[in-house]
């Protein structure tokens, strides 16, 4: 059979959302691909969320922490918990194999 790859490159420009905005965007986007057993999609929209939670610099002691921790909003509580929970559903549809781990 035919064998071949193809690459693509995109770029995506950020867009500000509210803590409430990502975590219904996340929650829709993993829903889905947790029901399809799409291991990758999930990885990356997990991987997307959490870059979502912006990082910020204190000036002062020059650390970097993630803004949603000092949040006690109930959506970054929300979002927190929706992570957390399609962190173990993406672990559980995705497949491990000896080339995964090595």
Same mark, same amino acid.
């Given at each position: 059979?035919? %064998? $071949?790859?193809?690459?693509?490159? %995109? /770029? %995506? /420009?950020?867009?500000?959302?509210?803590v $409430? &905005?990502?975590?219904?965007?996340? &929650? =829709?986007?993993?829903?889905?691909?947790?029901?399809?057993?799409?291991?990758?999609?999930?990885?990356?929209?997990?991987?997307?969320?959490t870059?979502?939670l912006?990082?910020?610099?204190?000036?002062s002691?020059a =650390?970097?922490r /993630?803004?949603?921790?000092?949040?006690?909003?109930s959506?970054?509580?929300?979002l /927190?918990a929706?992570?957390?929970?399609?962190l173990?559903? =993406?672990y559980?549809?995705t497949?491990?194999? %000896?080339?995964?781990v090595?």
């Open positions: 059979g035919a %064998v $071949g790859s193809a690459t693509t490159s %995109v /770029r %995506v /420009r950020s867009r500000p959302l509210t $409430g &905005e990502l975590k219904n965007i996340s &929650e =829709t986007k993993a829903s889905a691909a947790i029901e399809s057993s799409d291991a990758d999609a999930s990885k990356q929209i997990l991987s997307a969320t870059d979502g912006s990082s910020t610099t204190d000036s002691t =650390t970097t /993630r803004a949603l921790l000092g949040s006690g909003s959506d970054a509580a929300a /927190r929706s992570v957390l929970s399609n173990w559903s =993406t559980e549809i497949p491990i194999t %000896v080339s995964d090595a």
